[in-house]
């Protein structure tokens, strides 16, 4: 069986399947799947979600991509709806939150400055409630493992990491795991691959982002959680395990990096 930690399932391009398409990726061994909200309009989207589909969970957070147009108001009804949200079974983490430092305008000194303090004050979220992350961390890994050192939320996954052996280890050390999905099934993306074959399989769990990163048999079209299975073997065939080595290892990562999940079966 096979876990989704980061598929964005709610998205417009699933349109009204979203509850079909969990339903074919459960058929094909998806046991779980980890729905992200991405701003205060979505989290009861996300939650009525994961209610409607038995392999389904959520997270709650800020994305930084929405933090432009986020109040500190969207911050208290966070830490709100953490606190209801914490007898729900199917809530497991805070995300998805991070920084992205891709976009240009997001470059831009006054929105750095304000993605890091939504960043901040959803760890500190995260870390009174003694929950994971889902940590976005797009051209910003070293930034955002300096905010992780210093509020020490409950671990992690640091999500489509793109990093650094060395930043790698320093998101494993902060007790993260590392996501990794469609981008590590282009053979041009040697660095990916690199780190898939060669960082401790402890380290990782598997996404598929959908609908986005799609995985190269499908690219450029959207991405589903029916794709983890496949993605898995592409991470299987690089390590030079067996496919049900690989699906047993990844869940028990996701299982040990996100605690709510056993509470789900």
Known sequence: MWIDTHCHLDAHEFGDESPQVAARAGAQGVAMIVIPAVERAN???VRDLAAAAPNACYALGIHPIYVPHATEDDLIALREAVALAMNDPRFVAIGEIGLDFFIPMLCEPAMRAMQEHFLREQLRIARD???PVLAHVRRSQDIVLKHVRQIRPNGGIAHAFNGSFQQAQ???DLGFKLGFGGAMTFTRALQIRRMA???PLASIVLETDAPDISPSWI???RNS???LPRIGAVLAE???LALADVAVATSANARAVLPRLPLME
């Open 43 to 45: 989290f009861s989207i």
């Open 129 to 131: 409630f003694d929950l």
């Open 170 to 172: 320093g998101y494993i």
């Open 197 to 199: 074959a060669d960082l």
């Open 219 to 221: 690219h450029p079209g």
């Open 225 to 227: 959680p029916e794709e």
């Open 238 to 240: 690089l390590r030079g």
